[in-house]
């Protein structure tokens, strides 16, 4: 029979902490402590971090709510009240923490998530101004969301390259092979450029 890991808080928080963005953090935190396997004896613990866990990748998925804010509040609250072992009350102490970042409320107020590191909120795209049309983007693009045509010499008119997004992932291939540094991520609520590289 396989044996059952012991779950380690301070672990899973060090590598949720590897991460910018607060919902990033509490979401990837609270899925190892599910994983870690959460033991479940008290349910502010139990069916909290279960309920945390919906509530945060509702807001990762850019679908959260004023709601979801308010009961990850009331999670953490009650699971510092009433949890009964230190690994409990700890989880909701870090919740608490990386809630109480205003980049974790950026998400609802602005519709922001000011690292980039939640997809549902960032956007892929180019700039004509430095496009120099040598397609490398293209040629690494395996979801064929780039639009546009290769240079050729022997022509003077060319467009830039463009990206459709209803077909980008976000994958963050085709900024890494731009020679030009044409490819920025803007944040896709208020279409301003973080002028971030992956
Ligand atoms: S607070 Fe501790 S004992 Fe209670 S369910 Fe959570 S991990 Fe288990
Ligand atoms: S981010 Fe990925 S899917 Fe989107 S355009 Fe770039 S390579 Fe294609
Ligand atoms: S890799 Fe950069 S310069 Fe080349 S086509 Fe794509 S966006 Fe333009």
């Known amino acids: 029979m396989e044996e059952k890991k012991e779950l380690?808080?301070?672990?899973?928080?060090?590598?949720a902490e590897a991460n910018a963005c607060?919902?990033?953090?509490?979401?990837?935190?609270?899925q190892?402590?599910?994983?870690?396997?959460?033991?479940?004896?008290?349910f502010p613990c139990a069916m909290g971090s279960y309920e945390a866990r919906v509530r945060l990748s509702a807001i990762s998925a850019g679908h959260g709510s004023a709601a979801d804010i308010a009961a990850l509040k009331?999670?953490?609250?009650?699971?510092?009240?009433?949890?009964?072992?230190?690994?409990?009350?700890?989880?909701a102490r870090f919740l608490a923490e990386w809630m109480a970042s205003p980049e974790f409320g950026a998400h609802i107020?602005?519709?922001?998530?000011?690292?980039?590191?939640?997809?549902?909120?960032?956007e892929y795209r180019i700039s004509p101004d430095k496009c120099t049309v040598c397609g490398s983007c293209k040629d690494v693009c395996r979801h064929g969301a780039i639009l546009g045509e290769?240079?050729?010499?022997?022509?003077?008119?060319?467009?830039?390259?463009?990206?459709?997004?209803?077909?980008?992932?976000?994958?963050?291939?085709?900024i890494k092979v731009c020679p030009e540094g044409a490819i920025f991520i803007t944040n896709s609520a208020a279409g301003q450029p973080e002028g971030k590289a992956a």
């Open 109 to 122: 107020a602005g519709g922001v998530c000011q690292s980039g590191q939640c997809i549902s909120y960032i």
């Open 8 to 15: 380690k808080v301070d672990d899973i928080k060090k590598e």
């Open 74 to 91: 009331r999670i953490a609250g009650e699971m510092l009240e009433a949890s009964m072992c230190k690994k409990g009350k700890d989880t």
């Open 150 to 174: 290769k240079k050729k010499p022997w022509l003077s008119g060319y467009l830039p390259f463009e990206i459709r997004q209803k077909k980008c992932t976000r994958c963050g291939e085709c």
């Open 22 to 30: 607060p919902v990033q953090k509490s979401l990837l935190y609270i």
């Open 32 to 42: 190892g402590f599910l994983e870690g396997p959460m033991c479940g004896r008290c």
